[in-house]
């Protein structure tokens, strides 16, 4: 075998991969900019379409944690004057936080949005009150003995953390406040960074993809309808996969507002009804269109068949005409074969009447 035809598994696998990657572009692009391509799109399955639901959501969610790292850095940096010398002493143990005050602190901040800490409450109706203050927010941290409460105005719903297990991730298991002041002061905290990072991408993940997903689900139904008024008589699974593509554009305005309200606090009051709007447009166009070339290819075929028929008659015409004639070459030949025989017998009677003449 030839050297340089040699198969190596290292340049196969960088192919595999370039191509899978190439194909996440190529599908994003003709999703946005090709709705003709949706047939195309709704014929390669459910799992290459939730793959792709997949990857989006974590560009999504990337973007996401980024921000709110941003986000908590700056109030981390404006904080540190007033946790040094303002707020009261705590410490952590055995997955218990103990804020040395007596009375809820709360405090409003323009970055991470409404912060209630109270290590002190032991009602859940108490706890259930401070989540529906801050799920009214845009934005809030709900601090408590045991556990956080997170909320993203860029997504539904909140996220609850056991300081048990988030810390204990981190190998953290007990700190006072003077140790929080070291590592917010030294290269530590880029490691801190790091593992909330990694947390906020997971929970933005979740929490987007159930979003996302649902959204894709709703906009389907809008599809169900239009299949329905076009009589295409199209499977629940394509149109759902082209739900997903259709979901794109949204997804990606959806990530350009959370990249803006990292820097800017803009709420746009009916961005969701947009969101699923543009999707809904997105898929029933794409629907028409198929009934268009379904009814663009069924024309064409009549016209075959129209074509077909044409040529058939007049075969059927030619074997008939070719039979005619041969009809009547054969009566002809009859009619001539006819017409000999008594002139031949009449020329054997007169043959018969004359005498041998002598020589």
């Not at 990857?55 to 904080?79: C, E, P, R, W």
């Amino acid at each position: 075998m030839d050297e340089n035809k040699s198969i190596n598994p290292e340049n196969n696998t960088q192919n595999k991969e370039k191509k899978k990657y190439n194909g996440f572009f190529k599908d994003l692009w003709n999703s946005i900019f090709k709705i003709e391509k949706y047939p195309e799109l709704a014929t390669k399955g459910v799992p290459r379409a939730l793959i792709y639901l997949i990857k989006l959501v974590a560009i999504f969610s990337i973007i996401s944690a980024l921000g709110m790292i941003y986000q908590l850095n700056i109030t981390l940096k404006d904080a540190l004057g007033s946790l040094e010398n303002d707020f009261p002493d705590f410490s952590y143990s055995e997955g218990i936080l103990d804020v040395k005050a007596e009375e809820p602190i709360i405090n409003e901040n323009q970055e991470m949005g409404k912060i209630i800490i109270d290590t002190k409450v032991e009602d859940e109706a108490k706890i259930d009150e401070y989540t529906n203050t801050i799920s009214g927010e845009g934005n809030g941290i709900i601090i408590l003995k045991n556990k956080i409460i997170l909320k993203n105005q860029n997504v539904v719903g909140t996220a609850t953390y056991e300081y048990a297990e988030l810390l204990g991730q981190m190998g953290i298991t007990a700190f006072q406040k003077s140790d929080v002041i070291n590592v917010l002061k030294g290269s530590q905290l880029i490691n801190v960074y790091f593992s909330i990072f990694i947390l906020l991408f997971v929970y933005a993940f979740v929490i987007y993809f159930l979003n996302i997903l649902t959204y894709v689900i709703f906009v389907s139904i809008f599809g169900c309808i239009a299949n329905l008024i076009t009589k295409l008589k199209m499977r629940y699974a394509a149109i759902f996969n082209m739900s997903v593509y259709a979901i794109t554009l949204s997804t990606i305005l959806y990530m350009i507002y959370t990249a803006v309200n990292v820097f800017i606090n803009y709420t746009i009051k009916y961005f969701e009804p947009m969101y699923i709007s543009i999707a809904t447009i997105y898929l029933v166009a794409a629907i028409f269109i198929i009934k268009s070339e379904f009814i663009k290819k069924q024309s064409e075929l009549i016209k075959i068949i129209e074509v077909e028929k044409n040529i058939k008659r007049e075969l059927e015409d030619q074997e008939e005409n070719g039979i005619d004639k041969e009809n009547k070459k054969e009566d002809e030949k009859e009619k001539k074969k006819e017409e000999k025989e008594p002139n031949e017998e009449v020329n054997k009677d007169n043959n018969l009447g004359k005498e041998p003449q002598e020589g």
